[in-house]
């Protein structure tokens, strides 16, 4: 049995909104096509057709749309997606879908659609009011935090699964306090924390970018908290701490990178061809067009296979580390957001890991036996 993933672009890099630090506008700047447009029904019905030649029965595969903004192809692409696939792949196999949304475009057809499809849906909400309204703008150049919430609303209204992602700027991180408070006031039970990063040009100089000292300190605190309400009986599923428990005390890597090892992700973009993570959606990067290649094709390609194992070099601080064995340095493209910087001098993550790894073993162990 395989469990295979994709994410798929169905609107390339087009959006409704212009987040003051989307790194996905800086990728698409660095190709020399900078949006592929709407993916055509053509090239659904080829790269279907080529991921089922891959699927045995009882096989499992998740697959996630993202963008830019995927709902700007319209409900009726996602619609004839669902039904070209199901028509096309084998009963036996199952199939899961995820949505990553501002949330901008979502009604009731919409959140319909999804409820009845089973999508799990990642919707884009940055911690507050204040600083979400100040990064995430529509095209008017207006805050959108207020529609964010409102689909929220409606997505639960509609019995839609739901997780909240949310960017965590130097700013965001400097307020974990603000952040846990809007966590519990909005009864959200699973939140993942994006790291913003430096533009693919940038060394340090960005004011969103995540920096590894504060990285730590924001997750440290939030780990006050968590355990806070866990013992009370509340959980609330921050992926952080449920990949970190998962890698050290269950040996599972459920997060890419998190062990220093690059995976494939068999990003898609909207004209078919195909990349091995979405950090790097650039021309030196293109693996293939599953339009006419197989997944295990393009997996066996000289550039897949190059990225994969592509060495680094670590800084001292890692060499050093009583981490090293597990973490490995981990994910190359969040090295200066999350673990050494450019400068090598001081690891976010080693730092996080010193203060809470053992209270989390412990926390585990009394909790989740």
Request: charged share 25%; proline share 2%; aromatic share 10%.
């Given at each position: 049995m395989k469990r295979l993933s994709l994410l798929i672009?169905?609107?390339?890099?087009?959006?409704?909104?212009?987040?003051?630090?989307?790194?996905?506008?800086?990728v698409g700047e660095h190709r020399q096509t900078l949006s592929y447009g709407i993916m055509e029904h053509r090239?659904?019905?080829?790269?279907?057709?080529?991921?089922?030649?891959?699927?045995?029965?009882?096989?499992?595969?998740?697959?996630?749309?993202?963008?830019?903004?995927?709902?700007?192809?319209?409900?009726?692409?996602?619609?004839?997606?669902?039904?070209?696939?199901?028509?096309?792949?084998?009963?036996?196999?199952k199939v899961n879908y995820a949505l990553q949304t501002n949330g901008i475009l979502i009604?009731?057809?919409?959140?319909?659609?999804?409820?009845?499809?089973?999508?799990?849906?990642?919707?884009?909400?940055?911690?507050?009011?204040?600083?979400?309204?100040?990064?995430?703008?529509?095209?008017?150049?207006?805050?959108?935090?207020?529609?964010?919430?409102?689909?929220?609303v409606l997505l639960?209204?509609?019995?839609?699964?739901?997780?909240?992602?949310?960017?965590?700027?130097?700013?965001?991180a400097a307020e974990p306090d603000k952040v846990w408070n809007f966590?519990?006031?909005?009864?959200?039970?699973?939140?993942?924390?994006?790291?913003?990063?430096?533009?693919?040009?940038?060394?340090?100089?960005?004011?969103?970018?995540?920096?590894p000292p504060r990285f730590a300190n924001f997750y440290s605190r939030l780990y006050y908290w968590w355990v806070k309400q866990l013992e009370k009986g509340n959980y609330i599923s921050v992926k952080l701490f449920d990949d970190t428990a998962n890698f050290f005390f269950r040996g599972i890597p459920s997060a890419c990178g998190i062990n220093g090892q690059c995976y494939s992700q068999y990003v898609v973009e909207a004209d078919g061809s195909v990349y091995p993570?979405?950090?790097?959606?650039?021309?030196?990067?293109?693996?293939?067009?599953?339009t006419g290649q197989t997944l295990r094709r393009i997996f066996d390609s000289p550039r897949m296979q190059d990225f994969l194992r592509e060495k680094r070099e670590l800084p001292r601080i890692c060499l050093s580390c009583s981490y090293l064995k597990m973490c490995g340095g981990g994910c190359k493209r969040m090295r200066n957001v999350v673990y050494y910087g450019t400068k090598g001098s001081v690891c976010g993550y080693k730092m996080f890991l010193d203060k809470c790894l053992g209270p989390l073993e412990y926390t585990v162990k009394k909790h989740f036996p």
């Open positions: 672009k169905p609107a390339s890099s087009l959006c409704n909104m212009r987040c003051r630090y989307c790194f996905y506008s800086d090239t659904v019905t080829q790269i279907i057709n080529n991921i089922s030649k891959d699927l045995d029965d009882k096989d499992e595969i998740t697959i996630a749309f993202q963008g830019g903004e995927p709902t700007l192809a319209g409900l009726n692409w996602f619609e004839n997606f669902v039904s070209c696939f199901a028509s096309c792949v084998k009963e036996e196999v009604d009731g057809a919409w959140a319909e659609f999804l409820r009845k499809n089973n999508f799990l849906v990642g919707l884009s909400i940055d911690g507050n009011a204040k600083i979400h309204n100040s990064n995430r703008l529509d095209s008017s150049g207006r805050g959108t935090f207020e529609a964010c919430m409102q689909t929220k639960e209204k509609s019995r839609v699964e739901y997780n909240v992602l949310c960017v965590l700027t130097n700013e965001l966590i519990l006031n909005e009864k959200i039970r699973y939140i993942q924390f994006i790291p913003c990063m430096e533009g693919l040009d940038e060394e340090e100089g960005s004011p969103f970018a995540l920096r993570c979405d950090f790097y959606v650039l021309d030196d990067y293109n693996t293939g067009n599953l």
